[in-house]
């Protein structure tokens, strides 16, 4: 490497100053989200079992038999603006989100709470409308809502509608996908195309809307996970790369596991439209939101039969090996570009913004 | 996609790559004049697949690193008025002023929004006509013609509620500047390829013979920074000075002349601070005397105050090549990409952000093998 | 610096007297201003930056430059 950066002094940065109010980025799935947890929340709670490495908790029943079922405890908030976008809307995403976050922990999903913040004013036809497409996703991924809350606050306090939904589901016994799992050689897979979430929110956004309606993959991926756990029980670990994408889900995994991620970029799955505008906003494509994927790790000989299986459902016909676990760089995440180079894919930091540049 | 794919075809850089090696025969010096540019190569990791002789140093080719301090405290306060809607381009939300950036501005209750075109601000001033849409109108000669269609189009259309605050660079001052430094070790130019587009490449014609360097007007796709690098190391090894096209699909020598008169009819040559660098002359644009009214700096006058630029920052030595990031007290532990002290810490593609994120395989990979 | 994008142009039109033109993006299109490239006809390309083209894209010279780069291509497999 030519000018070779030696960064002796880097190893054991001092911590950067911690920001005197909440920014965006702290909700942006990146490093700052990250700070926030480890800073704020994990000293807070960590003696009372917060666990912050999964997107879901587990839970053993105090009278039951050791290794029963467990229980799987999931929450979420969902903001987003618009709250109607092409291929869904805020309801839809609060159902299918919390769904898979229990179904990457492979739980199966039993029911869900609902709470809902409405600012004054909204309209209630949106409402109704969001609602009845809550009863839809419900419907179709064959959980249940049996309760819920709501609260008013004045007009411009909120973005007319948040939504709260935890979920609870049944984890199998002996199944265990924690993020800690993953060793050296085994594969990287995703279920297919990424960034179509982000892309698609972004399409419709004020200021750089396209002409073209590209559409949100949500969806709840229960039924794919238990294909994958049938093809792959070795499976060792599955995430939804939703919000700081799939660099982010990688980066967690890299960090916490203490293992190096190689990704390909030839490999990753894009759809061309995502890619077009990915390029036009000067985004990059690992970085934006899925709500419909998962990124899972398996052992190298188990990973053709796995993506097999995966590729036979409907929502995981675009799945695709993209990489590696690897022993160097333990903590880092890099990729292989096109053309046979390599560069780190660090963490989000902050949130990304479409630059000119 | 058309006339991207094909440039990033591994193949063909292949071939590029061994035709580099087997030009090069001594250490060679390169500057990338532009961030875009940076931004391909950390991206595809070309600085990896290049003999060591070869040195890429990044220039200041960023709009959002080189707007000065001063600039952005006024943006952020015009940001603030509540009459204001302020729209920007997405990269310059992040850069830090002397108190705080434009993202704080908005978590504060601004109306500050991310636009992709100056026109889309002039369908928001229509949409509001009880308050003043104000664009933050930065960028290199590249953007020079869309910002000056805005305040063409603004004036002719009678949109009394928009303005601009200018912050336009021109990109052959700077390289005058760098060349001229007692420390400057560049011997070659890739220059900014989307800037000759609009400017074409006559004037960095006696630039070449002054200086006596090879410039090789350079597009943005890894197969364009290869052949850019690969000419200029040939133009070095054969002791040639003067000006080279390979991205002639997009770049002829008189440029574009629409763009060129649209903002010669709008914008006036004026001496510019870039930050981190100092003021050199005839280096920006501003609005000529008949468009004042959309200068935004003359309608929301703010009191300028002294500012202090962080005192450890050297952006201003790394933004001209004379030092690399890593010889920065500050880089990697006061100043990070969430915490910046500097604007090349900010930008994407500023050259600290860069070998922060480059760096850091690099370090943890030789620990490894050792 | 100038983000710079090749799109291909599918429809050309005036708007509050500036020329117009919607620009396909690999299936994603855009309206952009075309005002500084008045020749420009369906069909071609241009390279647009902040929803304006700043040139059009010349094929003839983009397809001489991967002439050269076969050429150099066959000389290296030969060499090899």
């Known amino acids: 490497m030519p000018d070779t950066p030696n960064m002796d002094g880097w190893q054991c940065p001092t911590p950067p100053a911690a920001p005197e109010q909440v920014l965006l980025g702290h909700g942006s799935g990146g490093r700052l989200s990250a700070a926030l947890l480890r800073n704020l929340f994990i000293p807070a709670f960590r003696d009372l079992g917060l666990n912050a490495e999964e997107d879901q908790a587990s839970l053993s029943l105090p009278c039951a038999e050791p290794n029963s079922l467990r229980l799987a405890l999931t929450t979420d908030s969902y903001v987003v603006r618009p709250i109607f976008f092409p291929g869904g809307d805020i309801g839809r995403l609060a159902v299918n989100g919390t769904i898979n976050d229990l179904a990457v922990g492979g739980a199966r999903p039993i029911a869900l709470a609902a709470a809902f913040i409405l600012e004054e004013g909204l309209a209630l036809s949106d409402l109704q409308r969001v609602v009845a497409s809550m009863r839809d996703a419900c ?38 996908l924690s993020v800690r799992n993953p060793r050296p050689g085994d594969r990287v897979l995703v279920s297919g195309t990424i960034g179509d979430h982000g892309i698609a929110i972004m399409s419709v956004r004020e200021g750089i809307e396209f002409e ?61 439209e995502v890619q077009a505008a990915c390029e036009m906003l000067g985004l990059d494509p690992l970085y934006v939101a899925n709500e419909g994927k998962l990124v899972a790790v398996a052992p190298a000989d188990d990973a053709g039969r796995l993506l097999a299986a995966m590729r036979g459902h409907p929502l995981g016909r675009k799945a695709a090996l993209v990489g590696e676990v690897v022993a160097d760089h333990a903590g880092v995440v890099t990729l292989r570009s096109l053309i046979g180079g390599e560069r780190v894919v660090p963490m989000l930091a902050g949130e990304q913004l479409p630059r000119i540049c | 996609m058309k006339y991207l794919d094909e440039y990033r075809d591994p193949k063909a850089a292949e071939t590029l790559r061994r035709a580099i090696r087997a030009a090069t025969t001594r250490p060679w010096t390169l500057m990338e004049v532009c961030g875009g540019q940076t931004h391909t190569i950390v991206k595809y990791g070309i600085d990896g697949l290049l003999p060591p002789e070869i040195a890429l140093v990044h220039g200041p080719g960023c709009p959002v690193c080189v707007t000065p301090l001063e600039t952005i405290d006024q943006a952020i306060a015009i940001a603030a008025r509540p009459d204001v809607i302020f729209c920007s381009f997405g990269d310059m939300l992040r850069v830090p002023g002397s108190e705080r950036d434009l993202l704080t501005v908005k978590a504060r209750g601004g109306d500050v929004r991310v636009v992709y075109s100056p026109l889309d601000c002039l369908k928001l001033a229509e949409q509001h006509p009880d308050r003043t849409v104000v664009f933050f109108a930065v960028g290199f000669e590249t953007t020079a013609p869309a910002n000056a269609m805005a305040v063409w189009h603004a004036q002719r259309r009678g949109v ?8 336009h660079v021109r990109v052959p001052p700077a390289m005058t ?119 935004a700096g003359r309608r929301f006058p703010v009191t300028a105050r002294p500012v202090r630029e962080a005192t450890e920052c050297i952006a201003g030595l790394i933004l001209q090549g004379v030092k690399k990031p890593r010889e920065c007290p500050a880089f990697g532990g006061r100043c990070t990409p969430e915490r910046p002290l500097g604007a090349t810490m900010v930008s994407s593609e500023g050259a600290c952000a860069a070998y922060y994120h480059h760096g850091r395989l690099h370090t943890l990979g030789s620990r490894t093998n050792a | 610096m100038c983000l710079g994008i090749p799109g291909k142009v599918v429809e050309v039109y005036r708007e509050h007297d500036l020329l117009m033109g919607k620009v396909d993006f690999g299936g994603v299109c855009k309206r952009v201003c075309l005002e500084t490239v008045p020749e420009i006809a369906v069909g071609d390309y241009a390279l647009i930056h902040v929803g304006f083209a700043i040139s059009r894209i010349d094929e003839e010279e983009a397809r001489r430059v991967f002439a050269l780069l076969e050429e150099m291509g066959e000389l290296d497999d030969l060499n090899r």
């Open chain 1, 139 to 176: 419907k179709q991924a064959g959980i249940n809502l049996v309760t819920g809350d709501t609260k008013v606050v004045d007009r411009g306090k909120g973005d007319q509608l948040y939504i709260t939904t935890t979920g609870f589901g049944i984890a199998p016994p002996g199944v265990s």
């Open chain 1, 212 to 272: 073209t309606v590209l559409e949100s993959d949500t969806a709840p991926l229960y039924d794919l996970v238990v294909a994958m756990l049938e093809a792959c029980p070795t499976l060792r670990w599955m995430r939804d790369p939703t919000r700081g994408g799939l660099s982010s889900a990688l980066n967690e995994l890299a960090t916490t596991a203490h293992v190096g991620v190689q990704l390909t970029e030839a490999a990753l799955p894009i759809r061309t």
């Open chain 2, 160 to 167: 009394r509620n928009s303005a601009v605050l200018v912050s």
């Open chain 2, 177 to 295: 500047a760098i060349l001229s430094a007692p420390a400057n070790r560049v011997q070659g130019f890739l220059a900014a390829g989307h800037v000759c587009t609009v400017m074409g490449y006559e004037e960095y014609e006696p630039l070449a013979a002054r200086f006596h360097v090879p410039i090789v007007v350079t597009g943005f796709e890894p197969l364009d920074l290869l052949q850019g690098i690969y000419q200029g190391v040939r133009m070095l090894e054969e002791g040639r000075v003067g000006v080279e096209n390979p991205y002639a699909r997009a770049v002829t020598r008189e440029g574009n002349p629409h763009a060129r008169r649209l903002i010669d009819e709008v914008f006036e040559v004026t001496d510019r601070a870039w930050r981190g660098i100092g003021t050199i002359p005839a280096s920006g644009y501003r609005l000529r005397a008949r468009y004042q009214d959309f200068d």
